[in-house]
């Protein structure tokens, strides 16, 4: 029987002319975790009043005992 371990992240967009798009901040935040074996199951956004949204609340899962697990991961 294979064992999984699941996290919860949010992840607060930051706002502003000079900073990535949120879409660039989202990708980047999941390629982090994604180079640490973890995949996505679900993203939810955070509304905000106006069109664009606040963050995300991201479920992440990987096998236990994953290949890519070292002491650096968390």
């Not at 990535?20 to 989202?26: H, I, K, R, T, V």
């Not at 999941?30 to 995949?39: A, I, M, V």
Request: glycine share 8%.
């Amino acid at each position: 029987m294979q064992r999984f371990e699941y996290r919860v992240e949010t992840i607060a967009f930051k706002r502003g002319k000079t900073q990535p798009s949120q879409a660039d901040q989202l990708a980047t935040a999941l390629n982090e975790w994604g180079q640490k074996g973890w995949r996505t199951i679900t993203i939810e956004f955070t509304p905000h009043a106006t069109i664009n949204v606040t963050g995300a609340c991201l479920v992440l899962e990987r096998g236990h005992g994953h290949w890519l697990l070292n002491e650096r991961d968390e």
